[in-house]
């Protein structure tokens, strides 16, 4: 079932329990109005007062005023139901105004249907299944105990009202077994709507959740995955700087040796015939060498990264270990180190620190590795 279908569902639910609440409301006030009007044509006035504890409401100022009212609130709730309402405040505020509408009507019944407040319940518990804080829980509390306890035998003790009882009592038996039977018949049909609407909501919410929960770790996973892109981009884009330096060395290198050359040529030619412009040439020729290793160096310094300079190569496979695992959050790299004592040359560093990162960046890149081990050791120890 899809979430679309889910909701519809449990929007159909709960206009079903707003025709039917309507149904059982307008039974209760017409039961109560016809009820008085067969103890006036029969004359049984008397005999009703001396049955009740308290003087009832007007039958007719029932009627109109649960008509009255529960449309109302049939109006709030489907209002909201076309059109949800975004602002908590506004929310909040519409579901504390169908609580008195609904606390009301039950009251005007005198407390002989409290169901009412199930079909409140539903639509609050739909409008506030995003809002998980203190206040919708207590909402939802305040609901059920005015449920639980909206009771005439209840209520009786602090609010004088007549018995409703006692207007189904006032017919024959047969028309009176017959009234509470229909009675009975659709508060029963409302808790079973109730029930369904629960079960249906609690099943929605659950998927929902579920739907959430691989929402979020497909999340984490691309994350991860974006992750150890950008580690590997990173990684070729070094490479691609390394290669860029290396070209320029080889045109920097290139060009010295030769103006090296030609300087060493016109020296040879010259040298037998004048000696001193010879020397002119050959200072020439060796400030063009001072500029070419000066050239040189500052490419390799280029190549060469920091930490090796700073740290050493430990120090420097650490650091870049590091940053790798920094770059994901299931990545694991090992380093087993056991050539302290071996003092490499710059060039042999450089080679070792450089195979060691491409063998990491291609682990990551085509392997999709998760845990890398990384051992260093001398051939004399094996």
Excluded: W
């Excluded at 199930?118 to 998980?132: G, N, P, Q, Y």
């Excluded at 804080?133 to 639980?148: D, E, H, M, Q, R």
């Excluded at 004592?341 to 999709?368: C, M, P, W, Y």
Aim: charged share 20%; proline share 2%.
């Amino acid at each position: 079932m899809s979430r679309f279908t889910g909701m519809r569902m449990i929007s159909s639910l709960r206009n079903l329990m707003v025709g039917l609440n309507y149904l059982i409301v307008m039974f209760y006030s017409s039961v109560f109005l016809l009820a008085t009007r067969f103890i006036v044509n029969h004359q049984k006035s008397n005999l009703f007062l001396s049955e009740i504890d308290h003087i009832p409401k007007n039958p007719v100022t029932i009627f109109f005023a649960c008509l009255f009212l529960y449309a109302v609130l049939a109006a709030l709730i489907l209002s909201r139901s076309v059109s949800e309402i975004s602002e908590k405040a506004a929310n909040l505020t519409s579901i504390i105004l169908e609580i008195i509408l609904g606390f009301q009507i039950v009251y005007y019944l005198n407390m002989a249907y409290s169901g009412l407040f199930l079909m409140v319940f539903s639509d609050c518990l739909f409008h506030m299944r995003r809002e998980k804080n203190t206040t919708s829980y207590s909402v939802l509390g305040i609901l059920a105990c005015l449920y639980f306890l909206s009771n005439y035998y209840v209520v009786s003790f602090f609010f004088p009202m007549a018995d409703p009882a006692a207007y189904f009592n006032v017919f024959d038996h047969s028309l009176s077994s017959l009234l509470i039977m229909l009675k009975n018949l659709l508060e029963m049909i409302n808790l079973l709507i109730f029930v369904a609407y629960l079960s249906l909501y609690i099943n929605h919410q659950t998927k929902e959740n579920e739907n959430i929960a691989q929402e979020l770790n497909m999340i984490n996973q691309v994350n991860r995955e974006l992750k150890n892109y950008a580690a590997i981009t990173e990684r070729m884009g070094e490479n691609n700087e390394r290669k860029r330096l290396a070209r320029e060395i080889h045109d920097t290198l290139g060009h010295a040796l030769t103006g090296i050359a030609a300087g060493v040529d016109a020296t040879l030619i010259i040298i037998d015939k004048s000696p001193d412009l010879a020397k002119k040439q050959l200072h020439l020729v060796s400030q063009v060498v001072r500029e070419g290793i000066s050239d040189v160096r500052n490419s390799l310094n280029k190549l060469r990264p920091g930490a090796l300079e700073q740290a050493g190569l430990k120090g420097a496979l650490q650091k870049m270990i590091t940053e790798f695992i920094g770059l994901s959050d299931d990545l694991q790299i090992d380093l087993n180190y056991e050539v302290e004592n071996i003092d490499f040359e710059v060039a042999k560093e450089d080679a070792l620190f450089r195979v060691v990162q491409e063998s990491i960046t291609n682990s990551i890149r085509h392997g999709a590795a998760n845990h890398i081990q990384i051992h260093f050791t001398s051939l004399m120890k094996i």
